[in-house]
């Protein structure tokens, strides 16, 4: 195989965007942690299943997610002022997908998937995740189609240290 063709780039010029399908593509390779995030809010409890998750500091215990604002439960994360980030680990795929809109459940239903209780903020905590940070939700910011919701750490549990449940090529994987 040619090498210079199995590493051809598309560039495009400063003031040209690069398009939805070729980012999804490039972003589908990007090995990624999968977390679910839930809240309880005045119209009960909500969630969702989510890669964009990263460390901002930790001091103060800082990290920030990413929301679709287009997902049912967008709102409640803003109203609740608070959520958990519930890494998953690998055996809990069923609970990752049953939140990401798969099998079609929706809203309180997905909390069917998984053992849950409530966390020191009172928020859903997934028992036996790898980790549950719980958050209080100290700044929003809308960025194209996302929130992106900056939460101050107050609570963390560690669950066993086992595999873990990735994303990578638009499927699952352990690692």
Request: with cysteine; hydrophobic share 45%.
């Amino acid at each position: 195989m040619d090498q210079s063709k199995a590493h051809e780039a598309v560039h495009h010029d400063a003031g040209h965007a690069v398009e939805a399908g070729l980012y999804r593509e490039a972003m589908s390779r990007l090995v990624a942690a999968v977390h679910v995030i839930t809240t309880r809010g005045a119209e009960g409890r909500a969630g969702f299943t989510a890669t964009a998750v990263a460390s901002v500091s930790d001091s103060p215990p800082t990290l920030l997610v990413c929301l679709n604002r287009r997902i049912r439960s967008a709102p409640a994360f803003r109203q609740a002022g608070r959520f958990a980030v519930n890494l998953l680990a690998a055996e809990q795929q069923a609970v990752a997908e049953a939140f990401g809109g798969r099998g079609g459940l929706e809203g309180d239903q997905r909390f069917g998937v998984g053992e849950w209780h409530d966390g020191a903020l009172g928020v859903p905590c997934l028992a036996r995740a790898v980790a549950v940070f719980e958050c209080r939700l100290v700044e929003a910011r809308t960025i194209a189609t996302h929130d992106v919701l900056v939460g101050r750490v107050e609570a963390v549990t560690l669950g066993p240290d086992k595999a873990k449940l990735a994303y990578l090529g638009r499927g699952f994987l352990a690692i």
